[in-house]
């Protein structure tokens, strides 16, 4: 059974940082581009941030330089580095994974983890 488990938010003040995790079971972790979505209040899930099995980012243009997205296989772990934070980066986030770039989401959603940027 595929699981996925988001942890690491919380309230943080404008500028600072934040590192989200992801622990990923019961898939062959190494083979999929790992994903992290965010999806604010009333608004739809967007796309944050991908790596591809060898370590292949792209990123957001909302969050590009400022985020990034390391993996571990040997842990079948997935991170979200998130510096820099915005009010406009509060939302909920989840990871995910992928067959290919630009592909559908695979897994089922987690409960996400809560970001929250205010002073």
């Known amino acids: 059974q595929v699981q996925l488990v988001e942890s690491g938010g919380g309230l943080v003040q404008p500028g600072g940082s934040l590192r989200l995790s992801c622990a990923a079971s019961g898939i062959i972790f190494s083979a999929y581009v790992m994903a992290w979505y965010r999806q604010a209040p009333g608004l739809q899930r967007e796309l944050v941030a991908t790596?591809?099995?060898?370590?292949?980012?792209n990123y957001a243009d909302s969050v590009k330089g400022r985020f990034t997205i390391p993996r571990d296989n040997a842990k079948n772990m997935v991170a979200l580095q998130m510096n820099s934070l915005k009010p406009e980066d509060t939302a909920v986030y989840y990871c995910n994974f992928m067959i290919y770039v630009g592909g559908m989401p695979i897994g089922d959603w987690g409960q996400g983890t809560q970001v929250t940027v205010s002073s």
């Open positions: 790596i591809t099995s060898d370590y292949l980012t």
